[in-house]
């Protein structure tokens, strides 16, 4: 009997999270398919899409070509301190490179872009949610998923793989500069075999991570942002929950992307 | 008077296990100001986002011209808010944009205005609530408290919406501007021929503002009469609202 009411009440009390769970799980899911249905029914907002795109993708340039091309740096550096004891120093180029474009470029700057714009999302569309700014909106005849949400979605879509394409080119400029600069390779030699093991594949894996990380950093800044609650509390905590799910999110996706593109 | 243009019936509403609107029945008449008392807490605010579509009720009918906004779906609901203003409690303006913008918002996005004859339209609005077309290129952030509210209330009016709300519209305002306010809504209502429900708990502002009062207790309408009516009533509640008394059978939590 004692074992079975020791059971009862564990049980009674893990009801109530498991509940609560259970609900966040759902709420996601209806935001998302909200967020689906939306980004693909007029009107669209293309002032508000063109704002997004200059603040996400234009004023996250120097985060991200700093993340890149310190990473690349690190890469040659490593890459050439393993390989240099069983004498294969001319895989740097090519380690770099894979590194870069098909991991380090796109997982990065999507932590990067996660940490500076899906907390802004939250911030201000949270903020916006306990002034009832987003009320405001309803009232006005306007769709707050129409006018708030689709346009950083789409702008998520479209900067990641633009920033991550930049990126790329700067990793690997990384890479190069401790190669030639640092470690004394040739430079053509250096550039050659960065040429000759380019596949499109290392570049459509990274757009297509990309793509799904600028999508998850949107999704989570606007769904946190938009069902903060209370007052500067609710908007600190969307702020931090978008920052975290949002990063969690994009390590999750990077291996089930990389385990469709690479399993065998 | 007699045109119902708001009828709610048996309408229930909570929030957990916090019961907030319960069996409450009103109606707005056509044209007439109806002011909404009541302490903090009693669902004023709850009422009027449920009769604007902003919350489900669990429960009765609320209806607007005769169409029923409870369970209302989204491509009625735009057309329901096309013929409603609200002035919200902290003004509501978008942050992001400037004055003019927010005033002319509704025009640009969903009248085909263009930006020159919407900024000309939303000056035009300003001026009448008392403001200055240079504050027109001003950010929300930069106007004061009582500014504010002419702002939302140019943005609710700019419409010529059939319904305003009001909801605690002198809330945070000093007495001058809060009376200053009141004139203006008076002035905004009738000059539109508009239907007003406001909220307050600001007896000051409701006997100036309303036609007819009702009072909202524990989520249900325990009275409602005219202006001098209020003074006559012998209802113990309003009594001791209007008075502001501490002592009576409202009962406050500290």
């Known amino acids: 009997m004692i074992i079975l009411r020791k059971i009862e009440n564990f049980l009674r009390r893990q009801g109530k999270p498991l509940v609560n769970f259970i609900f966040k799980v759902g709420e996601l899911f209806i935001f998302i398919s909200q967020t689906v249905y939306n980004c693909f029914t007029p009107p669209f907002y293309w002032r508000n899409f063109t704002r997004q795109v200059i603040d996400m993708g234009f004023y996250s340039l120097p985060v991200v070509g700093l993340t890149t091309i310190f990473a690349g740096m690190v890469i040659a550096l490593q890459s050439y301190s393993g390989f240099a004891s069983v004498g294969a120093e001319s895989m740097v180029a090519s380690v770099v490179l894979i590194s870069v474009t098909r991991e380090l470029a796109p997982v990065l700057s999507a932590l990067m872009v996660a940490g500076r714009i899906g907390a802004a999302m939250a911030a201000e569309i949270g903020t916006m949610r306990v002034t009832e700014q987003i009320d405001a909106l309803t009232t006005l005849s306007t769709n707050p998923f129409k006018y708030l949400v689709s346009p950083r979605v789409w702008a998520g879509l479209v900067v990641m793989p633009i920033l991550v394409l930049i990126g790329d080119v700067i990793g690997i400029f990384g890479g190069y500069v401790v190669g030639v600069y640092k470690l004394g390779f040739n430079p053509a030699n250096y550039i050659n075999a960065t040429l000759d093991e380019l596949q499109a594949l290392d570049i459509t894996t990274g757009v297509v991570k990309a793509a799904v990380f600028g999508f998850i950093i949107s999704l989570m800044g606007c769904y946190n942002g938009y069902k903060s609650k209370g007052g500067a509390q609710g908007v600190g905590e969307a702020t931090t929950n978008a920052v975290v799910s949002s990063s969690i999110l994009i390590l999750i996706f990077n291996y089930i992307v990389t385990e469709l593109f690479f399993s065998r | 008077m007699s045109e119902v243009k708001?009828?709610?019936?048996?309408?229930?509403?909570?929030?957990?296990?916090?019961?907030?609107?319960?069996?409450?029945?009103?109606?707005?008449?056509?044209?007439?100001?109806?002011?909404?008392?009541?302490?903090?807490?009693?669902?004023?605010?709850?009422?009027?986002?449920?009769?604007?579509?902003?919350?489900?009720?669990?429960?009765?009918?609320?209806?607007?011209?005769?169409?029923?906004?409870?369970?209302?779906?989204?491509?009625?609901?735009?057309?329901?808010?096309?013929?409603?203003?609200?002035?919200?409690?902290?003004?509501?303006?978008?942050?992001?944009?400037?004055?003019?913008?927010?005033?002319?918002?509704?025009?640009?996005?969903?009248?085909?205005?263009?930006?020159?004859?919407?900024?000309?339209?939303a000056i035009r609005v300003l001026r009448s609530v008392g403001l200055d077309p240079d504050v027109a290129d001003l950010s929300p952030a930069e106007l004061s408290g009582g500014m504010q509210k002419r702002v939302g209330l140019a943005r609710a009016i700019i419409s010529r919406p059939e319904i305003i709300f009001f909801d605690e519209p002198t809330t945070g305002l000093d007495p001058i501007m809060a009376d200053v306010i009141n004139d203006l809504i008076v002035e905004s209502v009738k000059g539109l021929g508009a239907t007003a429900l406001t909220i307050t708990h600001d007896m000051a502002s409701a006997r100036k503002i309303a036609d007819r009062v009702a009072m909202l207790y524990k989520g249900e309408i325990i009275w409602q009469g005219t202006v001098k009516d209020l003074d006559k009533t012998d209802n113990p509640y309003v009594v001791q609202f209007i008075n502001g008394r501490s002592q009576g059978p409202i009962k406050t939590g500290v």
């Open chain 2, 6 to 121: 708001i009828k709610l019936r048996n309408v229930n509403k909570s929030f957990g296990k916090k019961v907030v609107l319960r069996n409450l029945n009103l109606d707005v008449y056509k044209g007439e100001s109806l002011v909404v008392i009541g302490g903090s807490g009693t669902g004023k605010s709850v009422l009027i986002k449920c009769i604007q579509g902003l919350l489900t009720p669990e429960d009765g009918s609320i209806l607007v011209d005769d169409q029923e906004v409870v369970g209302i779906e989204e491509k009625d609901k735009e057309a329901l808010h096309s013929k409603m203003g609200m002035l919200f409690q902290g003004g509501a303006l978008f942050d992001s944009l400037s004055v003019w913008e927010n005033v002319a918002f509704d025009l640009i996005e969903n009248k085909g205005y263009n930006k020159k004859d919407a900024r000309n339209e």
